[in-house]
């Protein structure tokens, strides 16, 4: 089953339907709002993969969504709809939309235009750096070893713990967003993880940091996830 989340912002419940069929058929995980503020909700709740937005949406135009969504997410956005003039077009462009299809559309091209945006978007996702060890400051992990130590100290950390600390360093200096994080420690953005990520993170900077409230070495990135400082 693909694992990949569809947003639909879509006021027509009739078109808002059909793209839902034809996305859950080809084993798409889907998530619907019929207004823009309720997309926009559920785009930071649950970090989709792919918005398929409407411009014209009855509490807020589509491209003040497409706004409001790029001042927090890069996730790729599907503008789908009615509005044909070039200037429409361009406007998207200009707000952050990463494609246009204009209804009506065939769900061959909805499909190949979605698979497109999935594929950009792994492309632009952070590569690791791999090493056997990681030494920055007082900070030293051992990851033959997994061991973590502070000052020559060992600290204890839980296995989920440890997963999320190493995970962040083999992408030290890059911004990792809390779907990212959640996706590759728990494997899923669906339930609670994303909020028990920042119980975890809470933990390991207590752990680790000497002033938790003012942490050197993990560097919360608000409203998007998280970083290992990159001053290396």
Not at 48 to 73: A, F, H, M, Y
Not at 84 to 93: S, Y
Not at 113 to 127: D, E, L, Y
Request: aromatic share 8%; glycine share 4%; proline share 3%.
């Amino acid at each position: 089953m693909s694992k990949y989340l569809i947003l639909i912002i879509e006021d027509d419940s009739t078109i808002r339907k059909f793209i839902n069929a034809s996305l859950t058929t080809q084993d798409y995980m889907v998530k619907e709002a019929t207004t823009g503020k309720e997309g926009i909700s559920l785009c930071m709740s649950y970090s989709p993969d792919v918005i398929l937005l409407d411009l014209g949406l009855e509490d807020i135009d589509g491209i003040e969504v497409i706004k409001n969504i790029r001042n927090l997410s890069d996730v790729p956005i599907i503008v789908v709809s009615a509005r044909e003039q070039d200037r429409e077009k361009v406007e998207a462009f200009d707000m952050g939309a990463d494609d246009y299809i204009t209804k009506p559309f065939s769900v061959a091209e909805l499909l190949a235009r979605v698979r497109v945006a999935i594929r950009h978007s792994q492309k632009n996702k952070p590569k690791a750096i791999i090493k056997n060890n990681f030494d920055y400051k007082d900070l030293y992990i051992d990851f033959d070893k997994r061991k973590v130590t502070i000052k020559n100290e060992e600290i204890h950390l839980t296995p989920i713990e440890y997963d999320i600390l190493s995970l962040l360093v083999r992408y030290h200096g890059k911004v990792l967003t809390h779907k990212f994080i959640a996706k590759e420690i728990w494997g899923s953005t669906l339930g609670g993880e994303i909020k028990s990520l920042r119980v975890f993170m809470a933990t390991i900077r207590r752990k680790i940091e000497k002033e938790p409230a003012n942490p050197e070495y993990i560097i919360t990135e608000i409203g998007i996830g998280y970083k290992l400082n990159d001053e290396l």
